[in-house]
T-cell receptor, first 118, second 112 residues
Framework: AQKVTQAQTEISVVEKEDVTLDCVYETRDTTYYLFWYKQPPSGELVFLIRRNSFDEQNEISGRYSWNFQKSTSSFNFTITASQVVDSAVYFCALSEDRYAGGYNKLIFGAGTRLAVHP | EADIYQTPRYLVIGTGKKITLECSQTMGHDKMYWYQQDPGMELHLIHYSYGVNSTEKGDLSSESTVSRIRTEHFPLTLESARPSHTSQYLC???????????FGPGTRLTVL
């Protein structure tokens, strides 16, 4: 069965600290996709990244970086030099590959609430 | 950049009222979804659609209903609202061949 675990319920850091949000997933498929979404206090979910199971290269986008390791079924997200605007709930999600036009279900983790204090 | 809209953003109503939450997207996406979420908590899929005239129930049982008469429009209706329906409702859409879902701003519903 598919499952996404975000063991960190809440993280509190001071501005400029680096912070890593953990995501561990379970799936029996060999082809799947992993996602991170950000939900700021305003409520909308903002898409951050999508990574397929065949691409284990780490990715960096500004202060954000993602570490995908199939050996440990993890897709961790690091924010470097955190800022107050990074305060949000962050969700990790998993999707299995299906035929085109089918329903590709997104399985979300429970989310990690990040508070960045000045 | 996703163009998906939800109205109203906030709604406070009394028990027993009929309400419709609107969701529209201008990206031509075939697939659309409704999620229910208590603030900052897990997302629960309640409805989805592959395209026009296609609707399916999601993982979480819901008393709401949906329709998909036009590609861009996916409204959610509650015939008789109850306090247990108080929650945030998030609409999302994706391309037919993609898993990436783009979300609207959400509707925060409070039923008194």
């Amino acid at each position: 069965a598919q499952k996404v675990t975000q063991a960190q319920t809440e993280i509190s850091v001071v501005e400029k600290e680096d912070v890593t949000l953990d995501c561990v997933y379970e799936t029996r498929d060999t082809t799947y996709y992993l996602f991170w979404y950000k939900q700021p206090p305003s409520g909308e979910l903002v898409f951050l990244i999508r990574r397929n199971s065949f691409d284990e290269q780490n990715e960096i986008s500004g202060r954000y970086s993602w570490n995908f390791q199939k050996s440990t079924s993890s897709f961790n997200f690091t924010i470097t030099a955190s800022q107050v605007v990074d305060s949000a709930v962050y969700f990790c999600a998993l999707s299995e590959d299906r035929y085109a036009g089918g329903y590709n279900k997104l399985i979300f983790g429970a989310g990690t609430r990040l508070a960045v204090h000045p | 950049e996703a163009d998906i809209y939800q109205t109203p953003r906030y709604l406070v109503i009394g028990t027993g009222k009929k309400i419709t939450l609107e969701c529209s997207q201008t990206m031509g996406h075939d697939k659309m979804y409704w999620y229910q979420q208590d603030p900052g908590m897990e997302l629960h899929l309640i409805h989805y659609s592959y395209g026009v005239n296609s609707t399916e129930k999601g993982d979480l049982s819901s008393e709401s209903t949906v329709s998909r008469i036009r590609t861009e429009h996916f409204p959610l209706t509650l015939e008789s609202a109850r306090p247990s329906h108080t929650s945030q409702y998030l609409c999302a859409s994706s391309e037919l061949t993609s898993d990436t879902q783009y979300f609207g701003p959400g509707t925060r519903l409070t039923v008194l």
